[in-house]
């Protein structure tokens, strides 16, 4: 902004002066006494007169000079060059606004991260921030001052340097989350003062080197504990004055990028001392404490995570220097740094000190440690503790580990180390906890994968069996229904049989499908081109009252699968979307379904340091709602067969353990993340196919044509062990004209071959006992290597083909009807005689 100069004064022209007014009243004044004296005669009255008057002059003339004294006082509109160097900083925007909101004033992270195109309450961070940054600054306006934590991506060009914030634009824009500090300032507090940071911009290895080299490692060199910040290969980073002074003699030495080793010597016996002191010195004590990141999961890496190295004599221990008490407020700034969930507890087992991670790990993140440490845990693991904390302070100096459940997560136990310290003051206990958190999620993750695995192979067996079951009662039901005619008293019950049947046989495939062992027809595809297919079926189905939002990214890797399948995906997801927005309380049944595809790269899914999904990259498909959302206890078990929510009647529980299984088997992922009252937002993900060069993308492939019924007859060997399907299947083929041969298991069919049967075909099931269908197979094919045979199987083709392995084999799917039956083995014998 120019700066200017501006005067005050009583309007235009040459100004007035007020001591020249102040001239002409009081001639006017004295002029008057001298009139009361002449015509009164009283020099009395006149003395008063003039004194009264005199009085007022004098208060006139002050007056006066506070006017001209105003007049004469000049302002200078700020130099904001000035106001910007004296705000400039690389971690924290800081920006000044007036009244009206404009922005006035930015510092150059302000305008690297957020651009001077939106002032601080219209930060570029998603919508989900507007309302409470507005909330702010109603705060402020009347309170004077306020704070507030926000969650956005930065929309913007550019990215603070060194503050790990990110930058991007659209969908790939990094998460962060904002601390915004706002107060009043101003002549007239008609200005705002914005100071915005990014928490997750963090650098924990520069503030311990900055503390260590500045009065924190001072304080520690009075306490007799020197400090140096050493990287994995051994140099120093940074050092204490008192590190500097014992090792190399001078206390403003520059040690940074000298070898940590060399400082140090180690003696007979594993005695170490100062290298400087020649070994004259007394022996030491040396405390390795790793700086790494309290966010990422799992022990910190030795190769690649700095380590606080703190040197002590071992004479003195650790903090008891000129003043135990006054090292304390010392180290406590120390251990409120690390990563590591450090407390410390004196002998009566009261908590004295609890750093921020120590807090954190005990599920109270951001309250202030309890009186007693008892108080985090469990009413039953109160008094382990208690003695346990009595035991270490009291004894000789130990450390042990103690199994707890904390009183905020009694789910699961965890580890709290404890060890006993002395020079430490009152402190007598040290306690270690820490955070499992991440842990933990990843082994519920680990453990839910492979229940849904165990419950997959059951619901497998379960289909499998029951179609058994399912294929004779279609079959006989066929052949009670070739003995009725429409009208007949029995006809209308056969069929209800049938039809209830059938619905049975369509929830096996669902189970077979939430099993992964149903047939899979794959293609290269667009995910985008199989959402446009559905979606005009969708508006029909979610009805008019719910609004449907459908859009995609750009530049969407292709995948493969089976498009079939993935509508049927997308259409079950939607139902259950429907209905929860439906169910939901207060609602007339209104709401958004929104259909997103998203590009997920290598960089997205690490980030998100899921053990369950491996790098590489995917093309995901979301389906938010706005309903009710899902409880809890309720998300983990949402894909599991047969559990439901809905009322009774009302679903099967199959629906979302179908899509589970559909999308495990075209080699997906799939995560519901949901919260109660807002809705639910289910993601799949489906690895990107990359095409070998010059593989070209073929369409599905085409039925081959049907071959001319064949009414040849023909003799069959018939295997199969359940004995009310080797019946019906019997009884169908006899019907048909063909002259059929019965079996029991493997080992007589075989039999039945070996004794010099002759066979056009073999209709076999697969699972058997003994001696099963494929094994059966192999050993016919060595006395007659050209008979087909036609398998019967509730388990699906593509598995069979590619576990059995035998050239020359079809397929036929139970439950089956008996003109399924007929109808497939007539094509079996024209398909074998036309070649």
């Known amino acids: 902004m120019t700066a200017g100069r501006k005067r005050i004064g009583a309007g235009s022209g040459m100004p007035r002066s007020p001591l020249g007014d102040v001239g002409v009243v009081g001639a006017a004044l004295a002029i008057s006494v ?140 990094t998460e962060a989350d904002w601390r915004i500090d706002v107060r009043r300032a101003g002549r007239g507090e008609d200005f705002l003062v914005w100071r915005i940071q990014s928490v997750n911009a963090v650098d924990l290895v520069g503030d311990v080197a900055r503390q260590i080299g500045g009065k924190l490692g001072e304080g520690l060199a009075r306490s007799g504990i020197c400090a ?13 004055t008192g590190f500097a002074q014992r090792a190399a003699g001078d206390p403003q030495a520059d040690l940074t990028g000298q ?20 070994g004259r010195g007394g022996p030491l004590v040396l405390y390795h404490v790793p700086v ?11 190769d690649t995570t700095p380590s606080l190295m703190l040197v002590v004599d071992a004479a003195q221990g650790i903090g008891t220097g000129s003043s135990s008490s006054a090292a304390s407020p010392h180290l406590e700034a120390l251990m409120s740094q690390l990563p590591l969930g450090l407390a410390m507890a004196d002998r009566d087992g009261r908590l004295l000190f609890a750093n921020p991670a120590f807090m954190r790990a005990a599920g109270r993140e951001g309250q202030h440690p309890p009186t007693y440490p008892i108080d985090l845990v469990t009413r039953e693991d109160k008094r382990a503790l208690s003695e346990a904390i009595r035991r270490y302070a009291q004894g000789p100096a130990a450390a042990g580990d103690i199994a707890v459940r904390l009183a905020a997560l009694p789910e699961d136990p965890v580890s709290l180390s404890l060890a006993g310290v002395r020079g430490l003051g009152e402190a007598a206990v040290l306690l270690g906890l820490t ?29 499998h069996d029951f179609n058994n079951v399912l294929t004779a009662i279609l079959g006989t039901c066929d052949l009670m229904l070739m003995r009725h005619t429409p009208g007949d008293s029995d006809y209308d019950d056969i069929q209800q049989i049938r039809a209830n049947s059938n619905r049975a046989a369509s929830l096996t495939r669902q189970l077979l499908a939430f099993s992964r062992q149903q047939t899979l027809r794959p293609e290269v595809l667009q995910l985008p081109d199989v959402v446009a297919d559905v979606s005009q079926m969708l508006r029909r189905l979610i009805g008019e009252k719910i609004q449907l939002v459908v859009t995609h990214d750009r530049d969407l890797g292709p995948v493969r699968a089976d498009p079939t399948q993935l509508e049927q995906v997308i259409v079950n997801l939607a139902v259950n979307a429907r209905d929860a927005m439906q169910m939901k309380k207060g609602s007339d049944g209104s709401g958004t379904l929104t259909l997103a595809t998203h590009r997920v790269t290598t960089t997205d899914v690490r980030a998100m340091r899921s053990e369950i999904i491996p790098a590489g990259d995917y093309t995901a498909l979301i389906v938010e709602d706005t309903g009710g959302g899902i409880p809890p206890e309720h998300l983990g078990k949402i894909f599991e067969p047969f559990f439901t929510t809905k009322e009774q009647g009302k679903g099967t529980g199959l629906g979302l ?62 295997v199969e062990d359940e004995d009310p399907v080797r019946v019906v299947a019997e009884r169908a083929l006899t019907r048909q004209g063909y002259q059929v041969t019965c079996a029991r298991d493997g080992e007589e069919g075989l039999e039945c071959v070996q ?34 045979v036609l398998f019967m199987s509730g388990y699906a083709e593509e598995q069979l083909r590619k576990e059995i392995g035998i050239a020359n084999a079809w397929f036929m799917p139970k439950p089956f009807s008996v003109q399924q039956l007929s109808e497939k083995v007539g094509d079996v014998l024209a398909r074998t005689a036309s070649h």
Not at 259 to 278: H, K, N, P, T
Not at 292 to 302: I, K, N, Q, T, V
């Open 292 to 302: 790494a990141d309290p966010d990422l999961p799992g022990e910190p890496d030795p």
């Open 435 to 463: 955070d499992t958190s991440e842990e933990t999620r990843l082994k519920r993750q680990v453990a839910q994968a492979t229940k849904m695995q165990a419950v997959g192979q059951l619901a497998g067996g379960v289909a």
């Open 259 to 278: 070898d940590f080793v060399a400082m140090l010597s180690q003696e007979e016996g594993e005695r170490i001392g100062w290298a400087r002191d020649g």
């Open 34 to 173: 001298l009139l009361v004296w002449l015509v009164s005669g009283d020099g009395l009255l006149a003395a008063v007169l003039a004194g009264a008057l005199l009085v007022f002059a004098a208060l006139a003339w002050s007056l006066a000079r506070r006017r001209v004294a105003e007049a004469e006082v000049e302002f200078a509109l700020p130099d904001w060059s000035v106001t910007v160097a004296a705000i400039d900083r690389e971690d924290v925007a800081i920006a000044l606004t007036d009244r009206a909101g404009r922005l006035t004033c930015a510092n150059s992270a302000y305008e690297s991260w957020f651009g001077v195109g939106h002032d601080p309450s219209r930060l570029p961070i998603g919508e989900a921030a507007k309302e409470p940054i507005a909330e702010l600054v109603r705060t402020v306006w009347r309170d004077g001052q306020a704070s507030t934590l926000v969650r956005g991506g930065m929309a913007g060009s550019g990215a603070g340097a060194g503050t790990g914030a990110g930058a991007g634009s659209g969908t790939g824009a």
């Open 755 to 788: 004794q010099g049967g002759r066979f056009d075909l073999v209709v076999s099931d697969v699972v058997m006992p003994t001696l099963d269908g494929p094994a059966m197979a192999r050993e016919i094919r060595r006395i007659a290597p050209g008979l087909p």
């Open 228 to 240: 140096a910040l050493v990287d994995p290969d051994g140099t120093i980073r940074a050092a204490s």
């Open 657 to 718: 353990s179908t899509v589970y299984g559909i999308v495990k088997q075209s080699g997906g992922f799939i995560f519901a993340e949901s919260e109660v009252g807002q809705g639910t937002r289910f993601v799949v993900y489906l690895p990107v196919h990359h095409m070998a060069p010059g593989e070209i993308a073929l369409p599905a492939a085409k039925d081959e044509p049907a071959p001319s019924k064949w009414a040849g007859g023909g003799s069959i060997l018939l």
